[in-house]
């Protein structure tokens, strides 16, 4: 009893603490972070519950997952091999597949159905403690040169890709709160605004926009009794953000199709990326190795406007590239099994929180790459629990 309290609480803190992989170290000359020594202490926790028979952990997962999965390691494997990024692209396996992939079966095996709630609602104090660090950032100023706010991130845009499943899990909390759930709405409340604030002053559009076609998506799915309602809110939501953004400098290049406007320095990201495809697009280029290849191929375009750019700004473009055409069949396999199985289910809480997580990936996924990094793709892989 006391092994699987040890273990169940530490699965949840696990998603409390996901931004720990930003404290990085060397164990034994090999590189790793905090998440990942969190994880594998889950692992071997979990390991010593099963009496060591880790494999029959293996049966809660349906034979297609399997299949699809099988086919993203192969092509990761053959891309790293092909291109000899041997250090860095089998670092990016570990701790952007293989990881998060033990952390899912061990959570998926150990959890009951009834406790798979309890990593929704981990993941949104998580969200809510990092946005009020977030705020403190934004009090003292410590904005990007262009006045966004990035916190401890290395962008706006990570910031908001981690506090927008936060934020969504939320809003659905509360509107099932209003349904009947016990729970304080004026904490939720409360606590949504914390998140939004800072959300809001990463100024990142694509972020703002998945949201919203995700919730919109999720809350057509439970018809809600006040869609008109739902509609006013947005309507008045978008024209706030409208409102408040026309003047910027961002919001008038983007409108205008500035050749500084940060969609226009993504196509021309996407271009060298679609270039790179053309010399091999079996094998891919190998993860870890875009911003090397990204700057090679500098004499084919005009002056890039971003220099820096160690990911393609496309979730299906980065499965492409670093797994090959083996990696993005099993990734599109995957996302196509999950929402078959999310939809041919019930329209549980816990359910249309994973689905309204998955919707906001697949959008913000066409402009960023929202599942390559430690603590999104275990976002990623907790929302495969409630199946």
Not at 23 to 40: A, D, Q, S, W
Not at 73 to 96: D, E
Not at 255 to 281: C, H, P, T, V
Not at 358 to 372: E, K, P, Q, R, S
């Amino acid at each position: 009893m006391g092994r699987r309290f040890d273990l169940e609480n530490l699965l949840y803190l696990i998603m409390v603490f996901l931004p720990s992989y930003l404290l990085r170290f060397k164990f034994f000359g090999i590189p790793t972070n905090v998440l990942e020594i969190l994880i594998m202490l889950a692992f071997l926790l979990w390991v010593v519950e099963k009496k060591g028979r880790i494999f029959s952990g293996m049966k809660i997962i349906d034979r297609k997952y399997i299949l699809v999965i099988s086919f993203i390691f192969l092509g990761l494997l053959i891309s790293v091999l092909a291109n000899r990024s041997y250090l860095i692209g089998l670092g990016i396996v570990k701790g952007w597949f293989l990881f998060p992939i033990i952390f899912f079966v061990v959570a998926k095996d150990f959890l009951a159905k009834e406790k798979i709630a309890n990593m929704f609602t981990a993941l949104y104090v998580s969200g809510f403690l990092l946005a009020l660090v977030a705020l403190v950032y934004l009090f003292f100023g410590k904005l990007t040169f262009d006045g966004r706010l990035q916190a401890f991130f290395n962008s706006p845009n990570y910031l908001a890709m981690y506090l927008a499943p936060s934020l969504i899990v939320g809003i659905i909390r509360l509107i099932q709160g209003q349904r009947g759930n016990k729970m304080d709405p004026k904490f939720n409340v409360a606590s949504l605004v914390v998140l939004l604030v800072p959300l809001y002053f990463t100024y990142s559009y694509a972020a703002w926009i998945s949201v919203l076609i995700s919730l919109a998506v999720v809350l057509w799915i439970m018809n809600f009794s006040k869609k008109t309602l739902l509609l006013a809110v947005a309507s008045a939501l978008l024209i706030f953000l409208i409102f408040t953004q026309y003047q910027s400098v961002k919001f008038n290049d983007l409108i205008n199709f500035n050749q500084r406007s940060s969609l226009y320095s993504r196509m021309m990201i996407w271009k060298s990326a679609g270039k790179m495809l053309e010399n091999d697009w079996m094998r891919g280029i190998g993860p870890g190795n875009f911003q090397t290849i990204y700057l090679d191929y500098q004499k084919y375009y005009p002056p890039y406007l971003e220099w820096a750019v160690p990911h393609p700004h496309s979730m299906y473009l980065a499965f492409w590239l670093y797994g090959g055409f083996l990696g993005l069949v099993g990734f599109l396999g995957l996302v196509y099994f999950f929402l078959r199985d999310i939809f041919k289910g019930d329209k549980s809480p816990v359910r249309l929180m994973a689905l309204g997580i998955m919707v906001y990936f697949l959008i913000h996924g066409v402009f960023d790459t929202t599942y390559f990094k430690n603590d999104l793709s275990v976002v990623f892989w907790m929302c495969f629990l409630v199946l």
